[in-house]
């Protein structure tokens, strides 16, 4: 199972809490963990992907391992800890402002 942890305002709007696990076929990337995502809460669909063109919201960012894995490519495999679930996918809103 792959722990995802949502932000604050996704655990509300999915009714969830901080973690979800989900089952995720095999290779396990971003697309893939959020096509699991938005299969089980259809209510995230649209907040942290675009949902014509897939591409990540500006205002979001995902870490894994301690590692920033927003600007790489979507369909690249995580790192074997978070297939295994050892450690989390973390979801992450980000803020902007001056």
Request: proline residues 6%; hydrophobic residues 40%; aromatic residues 8%.
């Amino acid at each position: 199972m792959i722990q995802v942890v949502l932000p604050y305002h996704l655990q509300r709007l999915a009714g969830s809490g901080r973690i979800v696990e989900l089952e995720v076929a095999s290779p396990v990337t971003q697309r893939s963990i959020l096509d699991a995502l938005e299969a089980r809460y259809p209510m995230l669909r649209g907040t942290v992907r675009n949902q014509k063109t897939g591409d990540r919201n500006a205002y979001v960012r995902f870490f894994a391992c301690n590692e920033d894995y927003s600007l790489n490519s979507p369909d690249d495999p995580l790192p074997e800890a978070v297939v295994q679930g050892k450690e989390e996918f973390m979801i992450v809103g980000a803020m902007a402002g001056g």
